[in-house]
T-cell receptor, first 113, second 115 residues
Framework: NAGVTQTPKFQVLKTGQSMTLQCAQD?????MYWYRQDPGMGLRLIYY???????DKGEVPNGYNVSRLNKREFSLRLESAAPSQTSVYFC????????????FGQGTRLTVV | AQTVTQSQPEMSVQEAETVTLSCTYD???????LFWYKQPPSRQMILVIR??????QNATENRFSVNFQKAAKSFSLKISDSQLGDTAMYFC????????????FGKGTKLSVKP
């Protein structure tokens, strides 16, 4: 049971380059999320998708776009990377309602130089 | 805005002793869920314990227990018989019923267990 799978695990980009972070879950969850983690800041929500076909902005959406490709997959795109986007990115999923916790991928460490 | 506050950036404890990590939250909602996550150096986010706001009984999972004070909006984590493997970042998080399941995280507490 893979859970939540993120790719890649590490990436170095030059300022201005673009890239897409991929995320897939095999738990039949409705909701999926992208967070970024910065030192001393905890995890902050970038975008989320409450169900297939919907996406909404979180706390820090600027500079990012997302696509909910199907129920399993939720991708995060950086169109023109900036050094301020250097961070660890986590994808997560959970059931839409109820007491269930969020399940996380293993994270992507992104460095923009 | 709904917030989660962890006031202890770093803590340390001797192996086999007990330590308590603090967390407070701010919400006007009645329906919400509280979580503690552990993040070891591997970076993986691991659920430690959860608490439903409508339950008065404090949750317990083996060596981990919470002290949930709803009126004070406090949700502290107690780790008993600390082990070296408990060394990690610990994040308190709140999932509000009206927010489509979004988790709001505190900034974390770095716990070091010393031999």
């Amino acid at each position: 049971n893979a859970g939540v799978t993120q790719t890649p695990k590490f990436q170095v980009l030059k300022t201005g380059q673009s890239m897409t972070l991929q995320c897939a879950q095999d738990m039949n969850h409705n909701s999926m999320y992208w967070y970024r983690q910065d030192p001393g800041m905890g995890l902050r929500l970038i975008y989320y998708s409450a169900s297939e076909g919907t996406t909404d902005k979180g706390e820090v959406p600027n500079g990012y776009n997302v696509s909910r490709l199907n129920k399993r997959e939720f991708s995060l795109r950086l169109e023109s990377a900036a050094p301020s986007q250097t961070s660890v990115y986590f994808c997560a999923s959970n059931k839409w309602q109820g007491r269930t916790e969020a399940f996380f991928g293993q994270g992507t460490r992104l460095t923009v130089v | 805005a709904q917030t989660v506050t962890q006031s202890q950036p770093e803590m340390s404890v001797q192996e086999a002793e007990t330590v308590t990590l603090s967390c407070t939250y701010d919400t006007s909602e009645n329906n919400y869920y509280l979580f503690w996550y552990k993040q070891p150096p591997s970076r993986q986010m691991i659920l430690v314990i959860r608490q439903e706001a409508y339950k008065q009984q404090n949750a317990t999972e083996n060596r981990f227990s919470v002290n949930f004070q709803k009126a004070a909006k406090s949700f502290s984590l107690k780790i008993s018989d600390s082990q070296l493997g408990d060394t990690a970042m610990y994040f308190c998080a709140c999932r509000y019923g009206g927010s489509q399941g979004n988790l709001i995280f505190g900034k974390g507490t770095k716990l070091s267990v010393k031999p």
